[in-house]
């Protein structure tokens, strides 16, 4: 497997979480960055595990350190960013990184790592998408609401990407991921 940057990215509830969660149970050389955001935490969710979870002053602390690799607003509220450091180990260390991350950081990544695989998980339809978002009801119905209008821009930035896999049966998408990785 070669040692490189796959960024993952894709509409609201396409399932990017299940499929990444599969790709790094098939293959113990991939490793997931753990990202920071400003978000609360949603219950279950770990401090250092899902998500660095940061103040805003602690978030914009990291961005004037130059410390984030890329990051970027999501659904017109919180910050999310990829922390610079524990990329870059991984990367020495030899194994591959995936950055599960929003369009407008995958467009910052392809700018400053050019070799980076982009991989965009589209849905097999939007009603399907729109399906999944209600069906997950972690949000209210006013943000499930922003996530959708999200998702409409997103979709259209499909063609930035390298590669496009449909998330139809995780499973079978995991693999088409990880194939692309090791091409
Ligand atoms: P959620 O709030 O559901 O955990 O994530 C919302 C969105 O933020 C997802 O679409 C996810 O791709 C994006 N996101 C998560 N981490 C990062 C990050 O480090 N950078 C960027 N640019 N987007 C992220």
Redesign the pocket.
């Known amino acids: 497997m070669s040692n490189r940057l796959t960024v993952i990215?894709g509409p609201?509830a396409v399932g990017?979480g299940t499929v990444v969660r599969q790709i790094l149970e098939k293959n113990r050389t991939v490793r997931l960055s753990v990202?920071?955001?400003t978000?609360v935490p949603r219950p279950g969710e770990q401090d250092g595990v899902d998500y660095f979870f940061l103040s805003h002053e602690e978030f914009d602390q990291m961005i004037e350190n130059g410390e984030m690799l890329?990051?970027?607003v999501?659904?017109g509220v919180n910050k999310?960013?990829?922390p610079r450091k524990p990329v870059q180990e991984a990367l020495n260390k030899g194994f591959q990184v995936v950055?599960?991350?929003?369009i407008?950081?995958a467009r910052q990544v392809k700018k400053s790592m050019p070799d980076a695989l982009l991989v965009f998980i589209a849905p097999p339809s939007w009603q399907e998408l729109e399906r999944r978002l209600a069906s997950r009801a972690t949000e209210s119905t006013e943000e499930q609401k922003r996530r959708l209008e999200t998702a409409r821009i997103e979709l259209m930035a499909q063609s930035e990407f390298d590669e496009i896999v449909i998330n139809e049966d995780v499973a079978k998408c995991a693999d088409e991921v990880l194939d692309l990785m090791q091409a």
């Open positions: 990215a609201t990017k990202s920071a955001t978000r890329e990051y970027a999501v659904h999310y960013g990829t950055l599960e991350i929003d407008q950081g």
